[in-house]
C-alpha cells in the first residue's frame, strides 16, 4: 500500500525557489517505483511536470527543464522537486503520483503561488 504526502509548498516571490517533498510513508522502498510530480492550475487539467524512474532515471516535461529538479532519498522514502527562478505562469497545486500493483496513488497535493 502506499501513502503520498506532499509538502513545501507556500508563497514566494517570482525569481525564487521552493523544494516541495513527497514522502510515502507506508512504503517499504521507493525505489520500486516510478515517482511523478504533476501540477494543476486553477481551471486546468493535472500537467505532468517531472518524473523519476525506479533504476534513476528522469524525465522533465519542456518547460521544466532549466528549472525543475527532481530527486529521491531512498532512505527517506522521499522525492523531491527542486524548483528554481519561478514565475507567476507556475503558481498551481503540485501533485505526486505513481502507479504500483496496477493501482494509481496521488497525494492531497500543496499549492505554490507565485506573486510579489
Known amino acids: 500500500q502506499v501513502q503520498l504526502v506532499e509538502s513545501g509548498g507556500g508563497l514566494v516571490q517570482p525569481g525564487g525557489s521552493l523544494r516541495l517533498s513527497c514522502a510515502d510513508s507506508?512504503?517499504?522502498?521507493?525505489?520500486?517505483?516510478?515517482v511523478k510530480w504533476y501540477r494543476q492550475s486553477p481551471g486546468e487539467q493535472h500537467e505532468l511536470v517531472a518524473g523519476?524512474?525506479?533504476?534513476?532515471?528522469?524525465d522533465y516535461a519542456h518547460f521544466a527543464r532549466d528549472r525543475f529538479t527532481i530527486s529521491r532519498d531512498p532512505a527517506k522514502k522521499t522525492v523531491y522537486l527542486q524548483m528554481d527562478n519561478l514565475i507567476p505562469e507556475y503558481t498551481a497545486a503540485y501533485y505526486c503520483?505513481?502507479?504500483?500493483?496496477?493501482?494509481?496513488?496521488w497525494g492531497q497535493g500543496t499549492q505554490v503561488p507565485v506573486s510579489p
Open positions: 507506508k512504503a517499504t522502498s521507493l525505489s520500486f517505483y516510478t
Open positions: 523519476s524512474g525506479r533504476g534513476g532515471s528522469t
Open positions: 503520483h505513481t502507479v504500483l500493483g496496477g493501482f494509481t496513488y
